[in-house]
């Protein structure tokens, strides 16, 4: 069935009604996700009430993929491209200086807290010869990581759920932790706050609680070249850099400023 013309000009209408900057271009692709005129309106509805549209879709197109979303599994943000950008070059010796030991190959790359897992999905669509594993705290994050093709994937805290086997393996860890800090939860766009689990966003006091415990953990994981990477906001950049040193790491900041992304790169010294 096709979408009539009438229903594809009533979600334009609603979706405007609703404040949708860009009612065209939302209506277009909510009519690409439906069957028909009755399911267009439902798609527009759940919208319309706020859900974000990667959510209502089903899919969110992100650093070259598209990937599966369950609702409520954390919708991947355009910055964190950065982070697979860095993984990537990393794990084909174009990150120059910091290089992973040459010998070992394929690479093995950890996605930890990977939500849907786009981002551990979107470094192996640009490195096809990895070892992809991933684990997150949330059952349908996990769920929805398996929806996409990747089949190591583990439920539970942090590095808990992870197979010994890859103990001092890890060549590339990623890690997007949640890192805002609790007391800007509130200014986040209703779409995060509603339909995000606070567990994917709450950072805790100063947004780093999560990453501190990625950074304590990760010297196990890691090859002794190896390296983890983290998003982090500006104002993070030198109590996430404290943590590293804490840990004995070395680490830096890498910026791009086309996606004001920023992200720690921390390995052994
Ligand atoms: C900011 S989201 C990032 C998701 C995904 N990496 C992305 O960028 O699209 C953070 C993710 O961390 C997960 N998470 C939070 N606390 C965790 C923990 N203690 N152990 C494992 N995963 C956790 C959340 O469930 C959520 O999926």
Redesign the pocket.
């Known amino acids: 069935m096709t979408i009539s013309d009438t229903a594809l000009a009533t979600a334009i209408l609603k979706l405007r009604a609703a404040g949708c900057v860009f009612a065209e271009d939302e209506a277009a692709i909510l009519r690409e996700a439906a069957a028909d005129d009755a399911t267009l309106n439902d798609l527009v509805g759940r919208r319309t009430l706020g859900e974000p549209l990667e959510q209502v879709v089903g899919h969110a197109d992100?650093a070259g993929i598209r990937v599966r979303l369950r609702p409520g599994?954390?919708?991947?943000?355009v910055r964190?491209e950065l982070?697979v950008t860095v993984a990537a070059e990393l794990v084909t010796g174009a990150a120059e200086p910091v290089t992973l030991a040459a010998e070992r190959k394929p690479r093995v790359l950890l996605?930890?807290?990977?939500?849907?897992?786009?981002?551990g999905l979107a470094v192996r669509h640009r490195v096809p010869a990895l070892d992809l594993y991933a684990?997150?705290?949330?059952p349908v994050?996990t769920a929805c990581a398996r929806d996409n093709g990747i089949t190591d994937v583990f439920t539970?805290?942090?590095f808990a759920p992870l197979p010994e086997k890859i103990k001092g393996s890890v060549d590339v860890l990623?890690?997007?932790?949640?890192?805002v800090a609790t007391a800007h939860i509130p200014l986040l766009p209703a779409e995060a706050r509603d339909h995000?689990?606070r567990?994917?966003?709450d950072g805790g006091p100063d947004g780093l609680e999560?990453f501190r415990?990625v950074v304590k953990g990760a010297p196990t994981w890691l090859t002794e070249s190896g390296v983890l990477l983290s998003?982090i906001t500006e104002a993070q950049e030198r109590n996430a850099l404290e943590a590293v040193r804490n840990e004995g790491l070395d680490g830096d900041v890498i910026y791009d400023e086309d996606l004001d992304a920023r992200v720690v790169r921390a390995r052994r010294n």
């Open positions: 992100f599994v954390f919708v991947p943000r964190s982070l996605d930890l807290c990977c939500g849907s897992g786009a981002l684990a997150d705290l949330d994050a539970g805290d942090l990623i890690a997007n932790v949640p890192y995000e689990p567990s994917a966003l999560v415990r998003e």
